[in-house]
């Protein structure tokens, strides 16, 4: 079946410009996590979704970064006013429910670079 | 705070070498355990999990046991091959009132020479 599918799959952009970055999550699955893949910072953890509740947001890095989740299906992380250090691939997974146990499927990503 | 440290790499091996990486983590609570693995121009995918004390994960010849007293879920396979050559991440999740984020170390690349 279908899998985890983000786009676009490479953005370059200037400093300063906004950028949008789209996730599409496996059917059916209610938790939806954004991470950030850097050579300085390794994979960290962005924001996540879980259902109607309200997501967390506790590893956004700046007020730059915002992201909304539209009928529990479809994502979309913002980047505001883009800075260099934002370089990086965005990492989109789902899983059937949030918790420790369940699986996250990872989509290719999307690696951003600001000029 | 919760934390997951792994051996730095690059790790080099020749073909049918034994395979050690390790993990240790610092959580407060019980977290699940898990191993996913980046192979070159791929995206991230799971290896193996454990999700409690003395469980042992295991997928395509790898293993890992979640050993609570040392806080450790090291990874291991008996006979590498070259297609084992990929970045490997040691990961956490479900400490207490975090879902499932997952928390990450800092990935440790195994490359394998015929």
């Known amino acids: 079946g279908a899998g985890v599918s983000q786009s676009p799959s490479n953005k370059v952009t200037e400093k300063g410009k906004d950028v949008e970055l789209r996730c599409d999550p496996i059917?059916?699955?209610?938790?939806l996590y954004w991470y950030r893949q850097s050579l300085g910072q390794g994979l960290e953890f962005l924001i996540y979704?879980?259902?109607?509740?309200?997501?967390?947001k506790s590893g956004l890095p700046s007020d730059r970064f915002s992201a909304e989740r539209t009928g529990g299906s479809v994502s979309t992380l913002t980047i505001q006013r883009t800075q260099q250090e934002d370089s990086a691939v965005y990492l989109c997974?789902?899983?059937?429910?949030?918790?420790?146990?369940?699986?996250?499927?990872f989509g290719p990503g999307t690696r951003l670079t600001v000029t | 705070g919760n934390s997951v440290t792994q051996m730095e790499g690059p790790v080099t091996l020749s073909e049918e070498a034994f395979l050690t990486i390790n993990c240790t983590y610092t959580?407060?609570?019980?977290?699940?355990l898990f191993w996913y693995v980046q192979y070159p121009g791929e995206g991230l995918q799971l290896l193996l999990k454990?999700?409690?004390?003395?469980d042992k994960g295991s997928n395509k010849g790898f293993e890992a046991t979640y050993r609570k007293e040392t806080t450790s879920f090291h990874l291991e396979k008996g006979s590498v091959q070259v297609s084992d050559s990929a970045v490997y991440f040691c990961?956490?999740?479900?400490?207490?009132?975090?879902?499932?984020?997952?928390?990450f170390g800092q990935g440790t690349e195994l490359s394998v020479k015929p």
């Open positions: 997974a789902s899983s059937f429910q949030s918790g420790g146990s369940y699986e996250q499927y």
């Open positions: 059917s059916g699955h209610t938790a």
């Open positions: 979704f879980q259902g109607n509740s309200a997501p967390d």
């Open positions: 959580a407060t609570g019980y977290p699940s």
């Open positions: 454990a999700t409690k004390a003395d």
């Open positions: 990961a956490l999740s479900g400490i207490y009132n975090q879902g499932g984020k997952l928390i």
